[in-house]
């Protein structure tokens, strides 16, 4: 659920030294292979469920159709490898949803929708991993909560997505979007970058269609970060909104899961399917109100207008080309009507250090109650720990696992180190951080490049990380929406718009506003590379 983050001042230094713009050659402009034209390439939900509801298509040939495109360009083709199980069931439960609209009887917006899920959420029939081939087998008898909520709406599960291992918590030398039980996976626009982490899977199944939508999950920027580089809509919501049941965790404080998908409009249709009061959650109790929200209310194509936005220019500088379409972005709000100014977050990268120990502490805590109970085969985090040193040369073959060994060796939560990291962190990210820059300049939200442009994919030296604008957001325990902002040499960039506790709504409608405003998401080419022509 984390991508591991370089410090800020690293993060700079290396965006200053960026090799000058690449031009393209013919050959690396040419598609992969088995790229071809799909009938439902770039369908929403509204006109998914209007071909249904008008007979055009059924959600058994939907489904059937998304099989067959995995089949053709995630399993061969580009090869993105990307879905690392698929649902044996799926075409029947499609069938049952037909039948239900033939009787007439439909569960909502996403009644027939085919969704992918990422490979750390229990869902019924299949394995649920986090990536480890420790847990291959591993197969819960129940569905997370948000699952339960998904299939109530209608949605057709899918598959499951690979995924950064563990979530990306198990080493500081990472490849994103690697696993030891489904490989690497690749980004869709070039296939030799990174899909970044941890939500990898999910990230580029929905940019390539491979189904309607996604969900993802996040602990810092594993649903932001792998929404950016694949442009998509990636929506974190405040800790609480949705549950976490059935997940595995990294951290109490700041898990969640969110949608991943192509536009805000099905993002807000699917986080109104799971947006749920959990009893088995703790932080469902935080929620200010139980009666559920239509999101798709929010979608307000005039939000901008007369808002006011700030722009964390901190956030920024690591990456020229970053820069000027984060320009052009912060061009197009002000002709839609926004006042945007320069905004400040006062404490920002003072929480770094609280943030890891907290994790570190909260991780080895949460793993271990759910391995206990949710019948996995190893049952602590000692128990993986001694896996992989026995299975090095398949589950260890580029990194190690000393995250995993430095949160081993972490007390109870009731430790004061633990409980003085939690506070601080929450604090200077939050009343602090972003709620004292939103009050100084009473802005509806602020804004920052949710990322770089995805980097090449390197097992031996791990993720070449540069930068990004979702961190306050993650620590703070608030919600963050990345919506497409263009293009740098034909990787997709996004903006990221971060606001207090439980303002979704507003987050929705200003991006919404945006997405109208600039129309920038592309669908995937599957280039092989990005390659230099001869002098």
Request: proline residues 7%; aromatic residues 6%; charged residues 20%.
């Amino acid at each position: 659920m984390r991508h591991l983050p370089l410090a800020l001042a690293l993060a700079a230094l290396l965006g200053a030294c960026q090799p000058a713009p690449q031009t393209p050659t013919k050959d690396a402009a040419k598609p992969a292979a088995g790229a071809s034209a799909f009938a439902f390439e770039e369908a929403g939900i509204t006109e998914l469920q209007r071909r249904m509801a008008d007979g055009a298509v059924t959600s058994h040939a939907l489904t059937q159709a998304y099989l067959d495109r995995i089949a053709a360009i995630d399993k061969a083709g580009p090869t993105l490898n990307s879905v690392i199980e698929l649902n044996p069931a799926a075409l029947k439960e499609a069938e049952a949803l037909d039948a239900e609209r033939k009787a007439g009887r439909l569960r909502g917006p996403l009644h027939g929708i085919p969704v992918l899920l990422k490979d750390n959420i229990d869902a019924t029939p299949m394995v649920n991993s986090a990536g480890s081939l420790a847990l291959a087998e591993h197969r819960p008898k129940a569905d997370a909560f948000l699952v339960a909520k998904l299939r109530q709406a209608g949605a057709v599960i899918l598959g499951k997505t690979n995924l950064s291992e563990w979530a990306n918590f198990r080493s500081t030398r990472s490849t994103s979007g690697w696993s030891g039980r489904g490989g690497q996976t690749r980004n869709p626009y070039v296939l030799d970058r990174n899909p970044c982490g941890s939500s990898a899977g999910s990230g580029t199944a929905i940019a390539a269609n491979l189904a309607t939508a996604g969900i993802g999950t996040e602990t810092d920027g594993s649903i932001i970060c792998p929404a950016a580089v694949a442009g998509l809509v990636g929506l974190k919501p405040t800790v609480g909104l949705v549950s976490r049941s059935g997940i595995i965790p990294i951290s109490a404080s700041q898990d969640t899961a969110g949608p991943m998908t192509r536009s805000v409009a099905d993002a807000a249709a699917l986080l109104t399917a799971i947006a749920a009061a959990d009893p088995g959650d703790a932080a469902s109790s935080e929620r200010p109100q139980s009666a559920p929200v239509d999101y798709t209310a929010h979608l307000k194509a005039d939000a901008l207008k007369g808002a006011r936005i700030g722009v964390v220019r901190k956030l920024m500088g690591y990456h020229p080309d970053t820069d000027a379409t984060m320009e052009r972005a912060i061009a197009a709000m002000k002709a839609a009507g926004a006042t945007v100014v320069d905004a400040e977050i006062p404490t920002l990268g003072q929480w770094d250090a609280a943030e890891y120990e907290v994790l570190l502490y909260e991780f080895k805590d949460g793993l271990n109650a759910y391995l206990a109970g949710s019948g996995a085969p190893h049952k602590s985090l000692e128990a993986l720990i001694a896996f992989n040193n026995q299975n090095a040369a398949s589950e260890m073959p580029f990194f190690a696992q000393e995250i995993f060994e430095q949160a081993n060796a972490k007390g109870p939560l009731s430790d004061k180190a633990y409980l003085d990291a939690r506070d601080k962190a929450r604090r200077l990210a939050g009343p602090e951080g972003i709620d004292a820059a939103l009050k100084k300049h009473g802005l509806d939200a602020l804004v920052a490049p949710a990322m770089s442009p995805a980097w090449p994919i390197d097992p031996v030296n791990g993720d070449h990380f540069l930068g990004a604008g979702y961190g306050a957001s993650a620590v703070a325990r608030y919600p963050s929406l990345t919506v497409p902002m263009g293009e740098v040499h034909g990787l997709p960039v996004g903006i990221v718009f971060m606001g207090t506790a439980w303002s979704e709504p507003k987050l929705i409608e200003l991006g919404y506003a945006f997405e109208q405003a600039s129309k920038a998401r592309k669908p995937p080419r599957f280039l092989p590379t990005i390659a230099t022509a001869s002098p």
